[in-house]
């Protein structure tokens, strides 16, 4: 019997809005695994809590913003970050129970090294989901509207009216989200 090791980091990148986080959380859920989010500045501190809570999945969000091509970057800022997102990485290798999983919108833009063997090997493109997979998704979405509480307070409405009130609600919920998007600029 051929014994197949997991991978110990994978790259998640698809555009904005597709699941990557939610993905990522998801797994540590069914595996029953920590799960730490690290964003920008939090690199060395979340990465040093791996070891006391293992079996972990670490998951770092945007990580083209942490870790930039290195050549790219407008100053030695970064680069300390870059390197030392390299060596916690690397210093997984021998630990089979922390799996490191990255998401960026924009794979073009992460430092090619964390995409080498051994860091971010593999990658898992999160596509735009089909008629079917965003038919699956409304119930997700729906699960807090009071349907019957709608249904109580739209006396006289007849199938007809079911179309034009529902695109009014998704209207009045665009605009509430772009109103509280540009209130917390």
Do not use: W
Not at 6 to 17: D, H, V, Y
Not at 24 to 51: C, D, P, Q, W, Y
Not at 54 to 61: G, H, L, M, N, Q
Not at 126 to 155: E, F
């Amino acid at each position: 019997m051929v014994q197949v090791k997991s991978p110990r980091s994978i790259l998640m990148f698809g555009p904005p809005g597709t699941g990557k986080t939610l993905i990522a959380r998801a797994v540590a859920n069914e595996t029953g695994a920590f799960s730490f989010l690290i964003k920008g500045h939090e690199v060395t501190s979340k990465m040093a809590t791996r070891e006391k809570n293992s079996p972990a999945i670490i998951f770092i969000d945007e990580v083209d913003s942490i870790a930039p091509k290195r050549q790219k970057t407008n100053g030695e800022v970064k680069r300390p970050v870059v390197l030392q997102l390299l060596t916690l990485i690397d210093g997984l290798k021998a630990r089979s129970n922390v799996v490191v999983k990255g998401a960026t919108n924009r794979p073009n833009f992460v430092d090619p090294g964390l995409c080498r063997l051994g860091r971010f090997d593999r990658e898992d493109v999160i596509g735009i989901p089909d008629p079917t997979g965003r038919l699956k998704s409304l119930p997700i979405h729906t699960r807090s509207i009071k349907l019957a509480m709608i249904s109580a307070d739209t006396h006289g409405y007849v199938d007809f009216n079911a179309g034009p009130l529902c695109s009014e609600a998704a209207m009045q919920r665009i605009l509430k989200t772009i109103q509280s998007a540009l209130a917390r600029r």
